[in-house]
């Protein structure tokens, strides 16, 4: 045996003897006890699988989970896809819903499937592991390894229970256990992202899944089908599967409130800090089930040098409010306002604030620019104001400027934007993707590692039509640029047209 081999082999034994230490059984209880216990724990799904797995179990169940647990073990013939994000525990909990239905007998022939035989072999693992080591099984159940009949990718246990690992593309022929078919179909880890960058190859292994794996079920019994995937591609199979599943539960790692999904493992400051050290991008593909692709609408994001104020006829500063006040919630929308000033056909963003914030944080984001400004253009205030915000514009935002004025003696005036706006995310495209196309919307390179102006960067790469993404950014820089615009007319002299304007040839023509 080769070296690897024998590390491979100890491993092994370690993980069995973890398993065995954590499962101990209580001798004292009689034949009749026990018995009477496990009918207990199989009608009670939720206890059965925390008292056979506290090794795995070792959070409390998050409601999403129980509801899954449930949802699933009511249906004998029932199709779910589990899109939930990293550290929502899909595959455990998965596992622990099949050993129940075959250590029930409720299900006889398990086949799992994967992007690769190997990875279908090591996530068959836990559950070969456990019926080979976990003393409660045995104890309630019996010992399950049966002679002659016990591989990493095929076993059949005592109990006449079959296991099989098979990898995308391989011939799921010979599935059968006796005369009974499979009956759970478990497919995990199917999308690669690898593969998702290939339309033919997801295609391929989509056919496979429906021409060759999907018919080894018997159509007069019914069969448990369970995808787990997360959503790493628009196009992918686990979108493919979730489209005709039963039921296709979508979770992520925060809600949309911007709280943990499931804060008995998973809290703010764990969540964060994994979050910190990982792209937007990743973070949206691997936690929020968001595959959007860096750069869809706004394909660069250019940076240059801000010219001096004094050359700037006039600079707006314009602010989104956002509904609501939060701060540090990560699913709320962001307040924003920019610092904004335009010369000849470019567009700068001087400063940029944008996070979730308080409302007096966020007026105060308006003193802070006027500031730096300090009077070395003219400044033109607005806030964003339609017939739903002007409430809340009169009645919060008015009092608080003022506030400001008296407190700090400085001369801030914001005027409401009221004009009436179309939708957002086709505003945002038509107004600003051809400035940036042209190289014409210029961020502060001064600014390049304020957290502010990276966010700002991270709504433009990350902006999409369907706004999957916060893009209250790019809104404020759409307004602010509106208002530059109306300003640079405003300020521009009359344009006097003569009789020789008119000839056929003049510039003033169309």
Same mark, same amino acid.
């Given at each position: 045996?080769?070296? +690897?081999?024998?590390?491979?082999?100890? @491993?092994?034994?370690?993980?069995?003897?973890?398993?065995?230490?954590?499962?101990?059984?209580?001798?004292?209880?009689?034949?009749?006890?026990?018995?009477?216990?496990?009918?207990?724990?199989?009608?009670?799904?939720?206890?059965?699988?925390?008292?056979?797995?506290? $090794?795995?179990?070792?959070?409390?169940?998050?409601?999403?989970?129980?509801?899954?647990?449930? #949802?699933?073990?009511?249906?004998?013939?029932?199709?779910?896809?589990?899109?939930?994000?990293?550290?929502?525990?899909?595959?455990?909990?998965?596992?622990?819903?099949?050993?129940?239905?075959?250590?029930?007998?409720?299900?006889?022939? %398990?086949?799992?499937?994967?992007?690769? #035989?190997?990875?279908?072999?090591?996530?068959?693992?836990?559950?070969?592991?456990?019926? !080979?080591?976990?003393?409660?099984?045995?104890?309630?159940? $019996?010992?399950?390894?049966?002679?002659?009949?016990?591989?990493?990718?095929?076993?059949?246990?005592?109990?006449?229970?079959?296991?099989?690992?098979?990898?995308?593309?391989?011939?799921?022929? $010979?599935?059968?256990?006796?005369?009974?078919?499979?009956?759970?179909?478990?497919?995990?880890?199917?999308?690669?992202?690898?593969?998702?960058?290939?339309?033919?190859? &997801?295609?391929?292994?989509?056919?496979?899944? =429906?021409?060759?794996?999907?018919?080894?079920?018997?159509?007069?019994?019914?069969?448990?089908?369970?995808?787990?995937?997360? *959503?790493?591609?628009?196009?992918?199979?686990?979108?493919?599967?979730? =489209?005709?599943?039963?039921?296709?539960? &979508?979770?992520? *790692?925060?809600?949309?409130?911007?709280?943990?999904?499931?804060? =008995?493992?998973?809290?703010?400051?764990?969540?964060?800090?994994?979050?910190?050290? +990982?792209?937007?991008?990743?973070?949206?593909? !691997?936690?929020?089930?968001?595959?959007?692709?860096?750069?869809? %609408?706004?394909?660069?994001?250019?940076?240059?040098?801000?010219?001096?104020?004094?050359?700037?006829?006039?600079?707006?500063?314009?602010?989104?409010?956002?509904?609501?006040?939060?701060?540090?919630?990560?699913?709320?929308?962001?307040?924003?306002?920019?610092?904004?000033?335009?010369?000849?056909?470019?567009?700068?963003?001087?400063?940029?604030?944008?996070?979730?914030?308080?409302?007096? !944080?966020?007026?105060?984001?308006?003193?802070?620019?006027?500031?730096?400004?300090?009077?070395?253009?003219?400044?033109?205030?607005?806030?964003?104001?339609?017939?739903?915000? @002007?409430?809340?514009?009169?009645?919060?935002?008015?009092?608080?400027?003022?506030?400001?004025?008296?407190?700090?003696? *400085?001369?801030?005036?914001?005027?409401?934007?009221?004009?009436?706006?179309?939708?957002?995310?086709?505003?945002?495209?038509?107004?600003?993707?051809?400035?940036? #196309?042209?190289?014409?919307? +210029?961020?502060?390179?001064?600014?390049?590692?304020?957290?502010?102006?990276?966010?700002?960067?991270?709504?433009?790469?990350?902006?999409?039509?369907?706004?999957?993404?916060?893009?209250? $950014?790019? @809104?404020?820089?759409?307004?602010?640029?509106?208002?530059?615009?109306?300003?640079?007319?405003?300020?521009?002299?009359?344009?006097?047209?003569?009789?020789?304007?008119?000839?056929?040839?003049?510039?003033?023509?169309?």
């Amino acid at each position: 045996m080769k070296q +690897i081999d024998k590390n491979a082999l100890l @491993d092994w034994e370690k993980y069995k003897e973890a398993i065995y230490r954590s499962t101990p059984v209580d001798t004292s209880m009689s034949h009749a006890e026990r018995e009477k216990h496990r009918l207990y724990l199989e009608a009670h799904p939720i206890e059965w699988i925390k008292f056979f797995f506290p $090794g795995y179990a070792k959070y409390e169940f998050a409601d999403f989970q129980k509801r899954a647990i449930r #949802r699933i073990l009511a249906h004998d013939e029932w199709y779910e896809v589990l899109s939930w994000s990293r550290e929502l525990a899909k595959s455990t909990i998965t596992m622990f819903v099949v050993l129940f239905l075959a250590l029930t007998g409720k299900k006889r022939n %398990i086949l799992l499937t994967s992007n690769s #035989r190997d990875n279908a072999v090591r996530l068959l693992a836990p559950y070969r592991a456990n019926l !080979e080591a976990n003393a409660r099984i045995e104890a309630y159940y $019996g010992k399950q390894p049966s002679l002659g009949n016990w591989t990493e990718d095929e076993f059949i246990t005592k109990g006449g229970v079959a296991f099989r690992a098979i990898g995308a593309g391989q011939s799921p022929r $010979g599935s059968r256990n006796e005369a009974i078919r499979p009956d759970v179909l478990l497919v995990d880890d199917f999308d690669t992202d690898e593969d998702t960058k290939n339309p033919d190859i &997801i295609q391929k292994r989509w056919e496979w899944w =429906e021409q060759a794996l999907y018919p080894t079920r018997s159509t007069s019994e019914p069969t448990l089908i369970l995808f787990c995937g997360n *959503i790493i591609a628009k196009d992918c199979c686990i979108t493919r599967a979730g =489209e005709i599943a039963d039921h296709w539960d &979508i979770v992520n *790692i925060r809600d949309k409130n911007g709280r943990s999904t499931w804060p =008995e493992k998973n809290t703010e400051e764990h969540i964060d800090r994994t979050l910190s050290k +990982i792209s937007t991008l990743s973070q949206q593909h !691997e936690y929020f089930n968001n595959p959007i692709s860096e750069g869809e %609408i706004f394909k660069d994001v250019v940076y240059g040098k801000i010219p001096a104020l004094s050359k700037f006829r006039a600079l707006v500063i314009y602010g989104d409010p956002a509904p609501g006040e939060s701060k540090g919630k990560k699913g709320k929308s962001f307040k924003a306002v920019m610092l904004m000033g335009k010369i000849a056909d470019k567009v700068y963003v001087i400063k940029s604030r944008l996070a979730q914030a308080l409302n007096a !944080e966020f007026i105060d984001w308006y003193v802070q620019l006027l500031q730096f400004v300090a009077g070395r253009s003219n400044v033109y205030c607005y806030m964003e104001n339609n017939k739903l915000q @002007d409430p809340f514009f009169q009645q919060v935002f008015k009092p608080l400027v003022q506030k400001v004025r008296k407190e700090k003696g *400085i001369d801030l005036y914001i005027r409401g934007d009221e004009e009436k706006k179309t939708d957002k995310a086709t505003r945002i495209e038509a107004n600003l993707e051809p400035v940036n #196309r042209e190289g014409n919307l +210029i961020l502060n390179q001064d600014e390049r590692d304020n957290p502010h102006m990276e966010e700002l960067e991270d709504q433009f790469k990350l902006f999409t039509l369907n706004l999957k993404y916060p893009a209250d $950014g790019p @809104d404020a820089v759409e307004g602010g640029l509106r208002k530059l615009n109306e300003l640079t007319a405003s300020l521009e002299p009359p344009v006097k047209i003569t009789a020789k304007d008119l000839r056929t040839k003049n510039k003033y023509r169309i």
